[in-house]
């Protein structure tokens, strides 16, 4: 069976950081294009981040420079290292997997159940 699984959602304070972890079963992530995303209450999902097959990141323009997307193939897991937290960064992070390089949801399958990130003082 194909799943991934996310952790490491969190309350953290503005300018903290979070690591949030998406673990595969059933099949390698080194061979897929894996993106992280999020939605916030009454908004659509968007793309935050995502890494190809050869560790090429992208970013979206809201978190570059802020957010770091990274992938450990012996333990099958993609991690979004999260700094300089803002209010609204506040929203479910999910992984899911892809074969196109690219932030765009319809694009992507074998999701997450996603983990909370709130970002509240």
């Known amino acids: 069976q194909l799943q991934l699984v996310e952790s490491g959602g969190d309350l953290v304070q503005p300018g903290g950081s979070l690591r949030l972890s998406c673990a595969a079963s059933?099949?390698?992530?080194?061979?897929?294009?894996i993106g992280w995303f999020r939605q916030a209450p009454g908004k659509e999902r968007e793309g935050v981040s995502c890494i190809n097959i050869v560790d090429d990141p992208m970013y979206s323009d809201s978190v570059k420079g802020r957010f770091t997307i990274s992938r450990d193939n012996a333990k099958n897991t993609v991690y979004l290292q999260m700094n300089m937290l803002k209010f609204e960064d506040t929203a479910v992070y999910y992984c899911?997997?892809?074969?196109?390089?690219?932030?765009?949801?319809?694009?992507?399958?074998?999701w997450g159940q996603g983990t909370q990130v709130t970002v509240s003082s």
């Open positions: 059933g099949f390698a992530l080194r061979y897929n294009v």
């Open positions: 899911a997997r892809s074969t196109r390089f690219s932030l765009n949801r319809y694009d992507y399958t074998t």
